[in-house]
């Protein structure tokens, strides 16, 4: 007989096989958002694949053009569904860019505030999810646990724990409450021990380790070549953050820091992700001592936001503002303009175009997730299918924000 | 109103971006050797375990919602246990009452406008011949909210000029078995009535039905 440890090419094995197709998704537990990828395999080592977006599709910027600009922000809530706040934050940011109007300081420091909070949640679940995915179950629960804490706050806050339509044109949909401050000093920390946790027991696995270490790496350039933004593109090294190349809001007062990687694989994903809920702990603290107690926080326009409601109730001049608004909606000026924020993947750009009606000529976004998809393919060929788990779940594609 | 230049989003800082560079996995030996870390992350979780069971079979589970800062088991067993639902929570909705039990709402139609899941149906009709609101204002003959197209956006409470649509029942959605339950028409919109199980309402206007309204004195002519 032969010895076995003969060197064979792939073609001249005993039982040549022809590259195995295998479907991933979209219903796969891995693939969150339902993505299809069509992965070619030869043994475990992935040789093609076809990443294929698109099975989560709402229509979302046609249904905008349907109604008022306010009418878009439940709609926008249903785009980084992790993160609502922080899309509705986007949005009216976009339209108040168009109206060439600045909300009240009180506004920028509350809307920071929940949209941070709202970012906090958002790594959470990406790196939880992530966790998990890999067989770490506990993490996972306790990173749920402090999103418990956080959506508390919200549903205190705005009235609702996930779709909360809480941004307006020119403000908030209410004031804060009266114990917004305590309340959030009281969750941050708590949040903060139990991802701090969470983490410990992560890093001292070695499995966890070797299943993200150096695997779905990006090079720096390819990154930029693909649009990417957010923590992809920080865990790359470039230090790239809408918050601070571009300061919208207040954050050129706030002091943090971007924390960036140095090879873009999983594992400087996941401590980008990380490090970043330090720094929007660091954001809120700050914010909140900014922040003052009272104030308007809307802006004092009655073109633009409705009238008090005991004004409506008792003054025609009220009941007329208020029905012109409604009815009508908010008249933007005819014209386009693009508007972009950090949201928990990446930069969210509206570019939203008006005819000067009520109602939005196109409204068009820009989600980070979709330019980050495209770089899925060069990140896991030439991998082992199994990796495709830590790589798709450390990217934190979300479906309803890939949805055009 | 022109587009003008505003302080939107401001210059970017001269300074560089102050950065944080990751540092790569800390493989201690003991990291690398699993089982000694393995050890004490299952201390930890077991920790965790027997603490959470104890506190269980001795009766002292702490409350997931009043002590939620302090650890232990967070789930809430609905519905023995239930949360207490924040004021601003939006619930179901209700329509709101005058003193004599007649809606509030003078179907103007702003909260269908505003709806946007385009779930309230309203059927605005003139009080009968003889009736003192006849052509003073309208009223609805049907006002239905389908529960289920519902997004709970509140827009709707937000758009009413009149106090009339509220959603502070403090009760969620209920599950029911089918779609026509869902349908909620002014009867039992008007049956509900607000979390502390009054009718108040923050509409300071006298309208007609109300005890202390002075009455329409203007002549009508016959529409
Ligand atoms: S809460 Fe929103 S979706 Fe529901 S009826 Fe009111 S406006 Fe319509
Ligand atoms: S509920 Fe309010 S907004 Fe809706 S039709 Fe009646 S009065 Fe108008």
Request: aromatic share 8%; net charge negative; proline share 7%.
């Amino acid at each position: 007989m032969e010895p076995l440890d003969i060197e064979l090419d792939e073609g001249e094995l005993e039982f040549p096989s022809a590259p195995m197709q295998v479907n991933m998704g979209p219903a796969h537990p891995a693939m969150h958002g339902t993505v299809r990828m069509v992965v070619e395999l030869s043994g475990e080592t992935i040789t093609k694949v076809d990443v294929q977006i698109g099975y989560l599709h709402r229509g979302f910027e046609k249904m905008c053009e349907r109604g008022t600009w306010t009418q878009v922000f439940p709609y926008v809530d249903r785009l980084n569904y992790a993160s609502p706040m922080l899309n509705n934050v986007g949005f009216a940011l976009a339209v108040e860019k168009m109206l060439g109007v600045t909300v009240p300081e009180r506004c920028q420091h509350y809307r920071v505030i929940l949209g941070e909070l709202a970012r906090i949640c958002d790594h959470m679940v990406c790196s939880g999810a992530m966790a998990m995915e890999l067989g770490a179950f506990t993490p996972f629960l306790w990173f749920a646990k402090a999103r418990e804490l956080i959506w508390d706050v919200f549903e205190e806050e705005t009235g609702a724990r996930v779709t909360h339509s809480f941004g307006r044109v020119g403000g908030m949909a209410s004031e804060p409450t009266p114990n917004f401050k305590a309340m959030v000093r009281a969750a941050v920390p708590a949040v903060r021990a139990l991802i701090d946790d969470g983490e410990k027991l992560l890093l001292g696995n070695r499995i966890f380790l070797d299943r993200v270490e150096n695997v779905g790496r990006m090079s720096k350039e390819r990154a930029i070549a693909l649009g990417w933004t957010g923590v992809v593109l920080r865990s790359t090294g470039v230090p790239y953050d809408v918050r601070k190349v571009h300061p919208y809001l207040t954050y050129d007062r706030y002091e943090f820091d971007v924390p960036v990687g140095t090879s873009g694989d999983n594992f400087d994903r996941f401590m980008c992700r990380q490090e970043e809920i330090r720094q929007s702990v660091r954001i809120i603290e700050q914010a909140l001592e900014q922040m003052a107690d009272e104030g308007s926080v809307n802006i004092n326009d009655p073109r633009i936001v409705l009238p008090p409601k005991e004004e409506v109730y008792s003054t025609i001049e009220g009941t007329i503002q208020h029905f012109k608004i409604v009815m009508e909606g908010i008249k933007v000026p005819a014209g386009e303009c693009y508007s972009y924020t950090e949201a928990g993947n990446g930069e969210l750009g509206f570019y939203i175009v008006s005819d000067g009606s009520g109602t939005p000529y196109r409204v068009r976004i820009r989600p980070p997730c979709f330019a980050t998809m495209q770089g899925m393919e060069s990140m896991i060929v030439g991998g082992m299918l199994p990796d495709v788990v830590p790589t798709f779940g450390s990217v934190n594609m979300i479906g309803g924000e890939c949805d055009h | 109103m022109t587009v003008s230049q505003t302080s939107w989003t401001k210059p970017a800082p001269r300074s560089p971006v102050p950065t944080k560079v990751i540092a790569r996995p800390n493989r201690t030996p003991q990291v690398q050797a699993y089982v000694p870390e393995w050890l004490k992350g299952t201390a930890v979780t077991m920790r965790h375990f027997f603490e959470n069971t104890k506190e269980r079979m001795l009766g002292q589970k702490r409350d997931p919602v009043l002590e939620n800062f302090e650890g232990g088991i967070t789930t809430i067993e609905y519905p023995e246990e239930r949360r207490p639902y924040p004021d601003r929570f939006r619930g179901l909705h209700r329509l709101t009452m005058r003193d004599d039990g007649s809606p509030r709402c003078v179907a103007c139609l702003c909260c269908s406008t505003a709806c946007p899941a385009q779930c309230i149906h309203i059927e605005p009709a003139e009080y009968a011949e003889g009736d003192e609101r006849r052509g003073y204002e309208r009223y609805p003959s049907v006002f239905v909210i389908d529960e289920l197209r519902c997004v709970f956006c509140g827009f709707c409470v937000e758009a009413c000029p009149c106090d009339a649509i509220r959603m502070d029942t403090g009760m969620h959605p209920a599950a029911y078995d089918s779609r026509d339950q869902f349908i909620y028409d002014s009867p039992i919109l008007l049956s509900m009535v607000g979390r502390d199980g009054s009718r108040k309402t923050e509409n300071a206007r006298h309208e007609p039905g109300d005890s202390t309204h002075p009455g329409v004195t203007r002549k009508h002519e016959a529409h």
